[in-house]
């Protein structure tokens, strides 16, 4: 029997190599299309990809993987943990009626461009019908996955395994009590920041951030900085693109957005080469990935003392900035209710995550209809953010997440938050010294231990064990509690 | 029966949709490869292009399309012309065994890098074992396609279907001889045009080459232009993307090379666009590509006419030249002898192509070995050229042909410009006042036609056929070496 199971795992092994190799191509002409692709070439392009996703949805549920995985016995841990990757995938896929599966992928193509359209025009009603066609794809999709089970943690699950809905609510009712009662204090401060002021030429936005980018540790020898509308990264093993944006008159854009997705990116790099071409060779979740993104940008990016060694790089590149380190700080780091997820400071961003997170619940669990969560949408906004909504464009059309199908994706950013904070205690206790480090622009201790924590694994262990045996204690909200408190009542002085 | 003959065929056309999808995503990553990617990326891409390869190859000879085509009837002529590369297609892949086929591929990869060291090193003794080993496994699977026909001639139909050995080597020699005599008389000549001296920018020859390339109808909106150590042109349908080259002291280079790539781009963007996803959506051979990039770049690019509204352009991007309009004429147009193939002048050219193709064919005979190209190389170096070979790197190791396995390419190269030769006398009966257009830089007549009469058919015809139609006469060299003795003549006063 065990030359048997050594075989199906030698078969399995090479199969998925194939697999993740035709996975990064798939990668790299996302990346393409963002970056490089001729406009004209958008509608063949689509059917380039759609022809490489058929090929790796025969991949995905090959019927010789399920007669492998019925045979096979992992080696060692990691065996287990790739048979771990490829079971669930395996399953995924199966379970999904292929007819639904090419229907959720026709539909969610065009509803992008339903929601763009909606979008710009302010549009509600012409966004609505697709947005109801959407949902309830992804409520028949769930079901076949959930098998009986909670329609909304199946969904959840494609992206942040190993957690339920359930509890995310428990940990976001503790986490929003403590971020309203805080965003009130900081917003009633005497003292609040000046923005910075001024235009910044493009050209040394992105020589800084290029800059920035290695000294935070991404190796630009397997990868590439360029534009793109919204920044992103792209790829694994040796090959991981990032992408980011520029605005003249507000180099931070450009600046935490490519330390953002710096973070990801050298979370893909970080990964033990040992583990190139299996399913390890991939971030483990989505909210394990925003826990490296936003430990980049945030906790260690809008530190005080980064700021500071930042503040003179700004200086040495655009000259007078107008204001010192402090005040650099301050203009980094300022609160401000505001109707945008995507720019929302490290106050507000949470309560962002947790109303689309109770709004998609109740979507997907068919308590609120498409045709309503206008309504619900604007009365929690004015809840969490004392501000009504003015426009839709301000509200429910802001972000894309729902036109594609992705259901249960947001929580992830939160939870990404959530692991940060638990890590950044973790790492001030590993390096003591990190503030005088991080005030001379040296990251190597902080990033060479996130990789030895965290980034190495890749998929070895599940989400929240990732965590837990990087921190040495099981990840809670309290950290990033703690942390947002402690450093936003100094900032404001409350 | 014709209600299966039709599903056989859609059932083709599905197959061949998703295929040629697939090929254009291969051409990307070659694409990629050359401009964008990481250094460090490379091993990893082999992999990625590796596992493409593999599905490309099993949907080439999946066993399905050998039952379709037994089924299918061609509903009409272009259904009979996609059947036909069909065939060809399936017929070619499943005769040779896959593991002759894997092992090619491996030995190749290899063999490129071997061959670029020695190169580099001017060791042909460190290619030797390398190509008599490629040249052996091209043997053994032209054998396996040949089915007791000519070796060479089933390597040839890769590149060029519908002609033979025999018939290139009968018609290149009918050109020798014209051609070794206008090159002697040419050189003889008294007056000898100077070249042009100066530095040029790299910002200015990048912008005047994209107008350039616009000019000749090549459309941006579907493509793009990029920068690359050997130019190169890629991708069909609605991304056809072109990459061009900088020397400071040579603007020609960067010039002449967009306007031949453009050319093979025109070429692509050209095909009607109803052949888009089938296998007629791709210029028809070697050849008749190569007649679109020579005729831009020769008869078109580098006439008197053309030059004169290019002299007038460079002045406006760079100032004073030092020369008018005629001396540039002459600066462009200069007959030098010379080692090497890609620097070859118009009269020089299919000198540097006759002796591979009499080489290559003894090679893959078995009348010549490995050991002995040396030798045989460098007598018949000086005996068309008159010089002697000073080192390998400018004599036989100068092509990365032979070590890719790209035996019964090389002759396609002259072909083009016979066809070339062809197109641009029936040109000249369609455009009667086609100089008087080129000297104001007008290309539209003359890139119109050539897209109505050539590019649009894709792989309507067969290759010899195309021409034919387009020419309203059978082709041959007579017109092409008719051009050269006229042009040179008259440039040297000879």
């Known amino acids: 029997m065990s030359i048997q199971h050594n075989d199906a795992f030698a078969a399995i092994l090479e199969h998925e190599r194939t697999s993740w190799s035709l996975g990064q191509v798939m990668g790299r002409l996302g990346w393409d299309q963002e970056t490089m692709m001729p406009r004209g070439a958008a509608v063949q392009r689509s059917e380039e990809m759609a022809a490489l996703e058929t090929v790796l949805h025969a991949r995905r549920t090959d019927p010789r993987l399920g007669e492998w995985l019925e045979a096979v016995e992992a080696p060692d841990a990691a065996g287990a943990a790739i048979l771990r990757h490829v079971r669930r995938s395996y399953q995924r896929n199966t379970r999904v009626p292929a007819d639904l599966a090419a229907e959720i992928a026709r539909v969610t193509s065009v509803a992008q461009g339903t929601w763009a359209e909606a979008r710009a025009r302010d549009d509600v009603a012409h966004f609505l019908p697709t947005l109801a066609r959407v949902i309830d794809l992804r409520r028949q999709e769930a079901a076949a996955l959930a098998q009986g089970g909670s329609l909304y943690?199946?969904?959840?699950?494609?992206?942040?395994?190993?957690?339920?809905?359930?509890?995310?609510?428990?940990?976001?009712?503790?986490?929003?009590?403590?971020?309203v009662a805080l965003?009130?204090?900081?917003?009633?401060?005497?003292?609040?920041?000046?923005?910075?002021?001024?235009?910044?030429?493009?050209?040394?936005?992105?020589?800084?951030s290029r800059s920035v980018a290695e000294v935070f540790g991404y190796d630009l020898s397997k990868g590439r900085l360029d534009l793109a509308v919204h920044p992103f990264s792209s790829g694994s093993g040796a090959d991981v693109r990032i992408t980011t944006r520029v605005a003249e008159t507000d180099p931070f854009n450009c600046l935490y957005s490519t330390i953002h997705e710096t973070g990801h990116a050298c979370y893909e790099q970080g990964i033990d080469a040992a583990y190139h071409f299996t399913p390890l060779a991939e971030g483990v979740s989505m909210g394990v990935h925003e826990s490296q993104s936003r430990i980049y940008e945030n906790q260690l990016g809008r530190s005080r003392a980064f700021t500071g060694w930042l503040h003179g790089q700004m200086v040495h590149e655009f000259g007078d900035l107008g204001m010192e380190a402090e005040g650099f700080y301050g203009a980094v780091?300022?609160?401000?209710?505001g109707y945008i997820r995507t720019e929302a400071d490290e106050v507000h961003y949470n309560l962002h995550i947790m109303m689309r997170f109770d709004l998609e619940r109740a979507?997907?669990?068919?308590?609120?209809?498409?045709?309503?969560?206008?309504?619900?949408?604007?009365?929690?906004?004015?809840?969490?953010?004392?501000?009504?909504?003015?426009?839709?464009?301000?509200?429910?059309?802001?972000?894309?997440?729902?036109?594609?199908?992705?259901?249960?994706?947001?929580?992830?950013?939160?939870?990404?938050?959530?692991?940060?904070?638990?890590?950044?205690?973790?790492?001030?206790?590993?390096?003591?010294?990190?503030d005088a480090q991080l005030a001379r622009g040296d990251l190597a201790a902080a990033t060479g231990w996130l990789r030895a924590a965290v980034q190495r694994h890749g998929g070895l262990y599940e989400p929240r064990e990732t965590i837990?045996?990087?921190?040495?204690?099981?990840?809670?909200?309290?950290?990033?509690?703690?942390?947002?408190?402690?450093?936003f009542s100094d900032l404001y002085g409350v």
């Open 468 to 487: 837990a045996r990087a921190c040495g204690f099981e990840p809670s909200e309290g950290p990033l509690l703690d942390y947002l408190e402690a450093k």
């Open 363 to 434: 979507l997907i669990a068919g308590d609120l209809q498409a045709g309503d969560l206008e309504v619900a949408w604007n009365d929690r906004f004015a809840a969490d953010f004392g501000v009504a909504v003015d426009r839709p464009s301000h509200g429910m059309l802001q972000d894309v997440h729902w036109s594609v199908g992705l259901m249960g994706y947001f929580p992830t950013y939160s939870l990404g938050n959530v692991y940060a904070g638990c890590l950044m205690k973790a790492l001030r206790d590993a390096v003591p010294d990190l």
């Open 333 to 337: 780091n300022r609160v401000q209710p």
């Open 183 to 208: 965003r009130e204090k900081v917003l009633g401060a005497a003292h609040q920041p000046a923005p910075l002021r001024g235009e910044y030429g493009r050209e040394g936005q992105l020589r800084l």
């Open 153 to 179: 943690d199946a969904l959840l699950s494609d992206y942040e395994p190993g957690i339920t809905g359930d509890e995310i609510a428990a940990m976001f009712a503790r986490m929003r009590v403590r971020l």
